[in-house]
Every structure is written in structure tokens, then in C-alpha cells.
DNA sequence: TTTTTAATGTTATTAAATAAAAAGTGTTAA
DNA sequence: TTAACACTTTTTATTTAATAACATTAAAAA
């Protein structure tokens, strides 16, 4: 992500935040940056390391979770549960509503791609998912998969 | 599970082991046997700590991560990525072949339903994941539910 | 300004996973 | 039988991940 994009983002992700009545603080716009430049999710001792890094005064990882916990309560960060790592959503300047994401998740490189998997699909799924006398509650999908250079 | 169905589970565990050339050991199989019993999918501390409950040696939990990473590589038990449980293979007396599995995970009572979702929906899904870029390598899925007696 | 709510810091503890090397166990072939 | 080997388990230590409880600070509202 460029400088502009960057820019552009956050400024977006500020907007959220007042609108859904909170505040994107400095510590917590500089987490989700550090989300926003990286090319691979990243668990929250990799953030606190990255934030000490390239901060002066050190944050602790409690601190680090309780931030990333905002950030994801604003959809600005989505937690990938198979890997307990983070990465921001790629649809923050986005202005249609969200679906839930899913995750295509490279075993090489580890490089996540979020995507829009179509509603049928979805449908049909939840379907099966009653036949088996459940309820889908939250479609998130997180697929073990290769991208294209690693599948190369 | 009821002990005839255990007692039966097991023999056929232990056939399995022999034809892939490894052993199904004493400790191997009392906590594949664990996981059997269990209604909920377990830790690799839940599996430890009930060892050394129903035991009088006790087995630190590295001998249990290894055990598992067994049981689990003959297909015996499944590891959940999006909750680091375990939990016992529902199909093992089955004599036919193993698609990937896919979970049902009710968020109430932590029960979990093994299903095969049907080839057509993992055919659609994957075709997605091509269109994306991506190749789709294992679809195991775990999703998010609420069982039957939770949803009511 | 005060007060009160939200955000962050501090300290400590618990849980989860892995690493490396030693010791035990069973199998096989000389 | 026993020496050699492969496999299994134990031991000890360390690292990584997550949470708990309470103190302090900063910002917004009355």
C-alpha cells in the first residue's frame, strides 16, 4: 500500500470511528498502519514488537490486545482465528456495507487475500448446515490455499 | 459413545496403525480413547490433565502434543485451527475413504458436528478461490454454529 | 472547573506450544 | 543372544500467546 492509499485509509478509518461515536487515537491509528503496510498477518507480539520498533516509548502487549480488540470492533482489523493473527480489511475506503469476510490464506507465504464469496454459495451452505440440525451463525471462512506466485 | 461402540473404535484404530506400519501404544490408545469419550473437543492441556487424572503416571504435556500430532497424522483425530482443540475422528469405523473434514462448532456448548459438505458446494468454492488467484489446497472448513438444543 | 468516562499503563499470572537431548523399548539381523 | 537400530517416551527448559486485576492518565461532558 502507497503513501497516498495510506493516507487515504486512515483518514477514512477516523471517519468510522466518529461516527460509530469512539475515538482512532494515536497509538491506535499507528497499530492499524503498521496493519496496513504489512503484506502478511501479523500476531500481537509481531505488532508490539513492530510498534516498539519504531516508537520510542515501548507499548506493552496488553496493551497491543486491547487495541487490536477496538480496532476489530470497528472493522478496521479482522482476527484470523485459524493462525491468531491479524490483518487490516482491505475494504476500509470501501463505502458499500460489509459482507462477512472471508480469507484466503497462502501456506507459503502466508499472504491473505480477502475476498467476497458469492452469496449463493453461502446460501447453500447454511443450508447444509441445517440439513445437519445447526445454525451458521458467523460464515467466516478462512481457506487454506496457495497464491499465485507460491502455486507457481 | 457407549463401550461396545469404544471397545470396536478402538480395534479398528489399532488395524489402521498396523496397515500404515505404526504402532497404536498403550498410551496412544487410552488417549485416543479420551477423546472418544469426550462430548466437547479437548486441549492439549484438557487431554493432559485428564491422563493424569484417570492415571497414575503422569505424562507431561509434550508426550500428549506428540501423541496427538500421532493420532492425527493416522487420521485418527482432527485438529480444529480456529480453536487449537481436538477432537476424536467421527468416522473411523467407516470403511469408506476420508474426504476432508468439515466442522459444525456450536458456540454455546462447544459440541461439535463432523459433516462432508457436498462436492458441488467445495467444487463452486474453489472455482472462487481460482478466480481470486488462488489454489485452494485443503477446505477444511469450521464454522461458526449453534447446535440444535443451543438454538432453541 | 469538576466529574466521570474512556484509554492506557503496570504487574502478574496462566495457558499453549516448541526445542533439544536423554533414556527407555522393542525389532531385527549378525 | 546381543549389538545395532529405529521408534517411543521422558525430561528439562524456553518461548510464545493470552488474560486478569488494578492503577493512572487523558479527554469529554456536565
Redesign the interface.
Known amino acids: 500500500m502507497n503513501k497516498q492509499q495510506l493516507t487515504k485509509t486512515l483518514s477514512k478509518a477516523q471517519v468510522m470511528c466518529s461516527q460509530s461515536g469512539s475515538r482512532l487515537t494515536e497509538k491506535r491509528q499507528r497499530i492499524l498502519e503498521l496493519l496496513l503496510i504489512s503484506e502478511i498477518p501479523l500476531s500481537a507480539y509481531d505488532v508490539t514488537d513492530a510498534y516498539n520498533r519504531s516508537s520510542e516509548t515501548a507499548m506493552p502487549p496488553m496493551s497491543v490486545y486491547r487495541i487490536l480488540d477496538f480496532l476489530e470492533s470497528e472493522q478496521l482489523v479482522h482476527k484470523l482465528?485459524?493462525?491468531n493473527k491479524y490483518i487490516a480489511c482491505s475494504h476500509i475506503t470501501c463505502s458499500h456495507s460489509h459482507d462477512v469476510p472471508q480469507f484466503?490464506i497462502?501456506?507459503e507465504c502466508q499472504n491473505v487475500?480477502e475476498?467476497a464469496?458469492?452469496k449463493?454459495?453461502i446460501d447453500?451452505?447454511s443450508c447444509?448446515?441445517s440439513n445437519?440440525?445447526?445454525?451458521?451463525?458467523?460464515?467466516?471462512?478462512?481457506?487454506?490455499?496457495?497464491?499465485?506466485s507460491c502455486?507457481a
Open positions: 482465528s485459524s493462525t484466503l497462502c501456506g487475500k475476498i464469496i458469492s449463493n454459495i447453500e451452505l447444509q448446515v445437519a440440525g445447526y445454525t451458521l451463525i458467523r460464515p467466516q471462512l478462512e481457506l487454506d490455499c496457495l497464491c499465485q502455486a
